[in-house]
């Protein structure tokens, strides 16, 4: 693409295309995705933990786009057999023009999951590594596939890659996890698309962070819940050092719709990434260790018991 700023008016008409996004809840950066590409003409699955969530996001999408294309996918990416269930449901769909795998949890108290797994990595990394080996197959049959995983800045707090064994028990501090999962969105997101390349298959792989955006996963991941006074305050105070959870999709949006090569890492063009337009941006050479990213798959591979492509 040019050098020019990129915005929303850049997304072309999506008219027959099918996107499935994680993470749809009202107000985050999954909605304002969905939105987006459900304004643009996509047909859009909303892919969420329950039918009552899905139902208010698709209402309020609704509200600012009549007539729009939705669907509905009820998955918990912390919990796998729900992940497999979701993956048989989504067949459905048929082809698959893009997958957002935005869904996740933020610094959150320690919980392991009934398949054994520290809550964190199991909803952002395990699940959407499922997730996604399950559903390539609808992508490719697309024709022109795309992959975009959310990452974050706390990608930059990792400070070794999270290659341990996943159902060990450890000292556990919820940043430097939280930090290793955004980490591992990125191993996988790069390692995917060097195997897509291998394999010739039509379908490419990208990688997007949102910044500093008015969410409130901050505040859920911190006290477990959006409602009561802390919670308000809490929010209050993060939405007034932040971007909207608006612009905080941007980064995701041009990942998903520009003309960009795989691999691409893309957020916002701001001081310290922290907020602005979008624009490609850099990782930390971490991200980019190639025996890293391998071995993240393979122990990936093994966790969740799917090999692929």
């Known amino acids: 693409m040019s050098g020019a700023t990129w915005t929303t008016a850049d997304i072309p008409d999506l008219t027959g295309r099918t996107a499935l996004v994680t993470g749809p809840t009202v107000g985050g950066l999954g909605f304002h995705t969905a939105l987006e590409l459900a304004r643009h003409g996509a047909r859009v699955a909303l892919a969420g933990r329950t039918s009552a969530k899905l139902d208010a996001a698709a209402g309020a999408i609704t509200d600012e786009v009549p007539g729009a294309l939705l669907e509905h996918v009820v998955v918990d990416l912390a919990d796998l057999a729900s992940v497999r269930a979701a993956a048989d449901d989504a067949a459905r769909l048929g082809p698959i023009d893009l997958l957002v795998n935005n869904a996740g949890i933020m610094a959150s108290p320690h919980r392991r999951t009934a398949d054994g797994l520290e809550s964190q990595m199991a909803t952002n990394h395990f699940g959407p590594f499922l997730l996604t080996g399950l559903l390539l197959d609808q992508v490719v049959a697309s024709g022109d596939g795309r992959i975009v995983n959310l990452s974050s800045l706390a990608h930059r ?47 490419t792989a990208l990688a997007a962070h949102p910044g500093f955006a008015g969410t409130h ?93």
Do not use: C
């Open 157 to 203: 707090l990792a400070h070794s890659a999270p290659l341990g064994d996943p159902r060990a028990r450890r000292r556990y501090s919820r940043w430097r996890v939280y930090g290793q999962s955004k980490l591992a969105n990125l191993l996988f997101t790069f390692e995917l698309d060097r195997r897509l390349r291998r394999a010739g298959l039509p379908v």
């Open 217 to 309: 996963l901050v505040v859920n991941g911190q006290l477990g819940t959006t409602q009561g006074r802390i919670s308000s305050i809490l929010d209050a105070a993060v939405r007034a050092v932040s971007q909207s959870a608006e612009a905080g999709a941007w980064p995701t949006l041009m990942a998903a719709t520009a003309d960009l090569p795989g691999g691409t890492y893309v957020g916002p063009g701001g001081p310290g990434q922290a907020s602005g337009p979008p624009r490609i941006v850099d990782t930390t050479p971490l991200a980019r260790d190639e025996v890293a990213q391998r071995r993240l798959w393979e122990l990936s591979e093994a966790t969740v018991g799917l090999r692929w492509p």
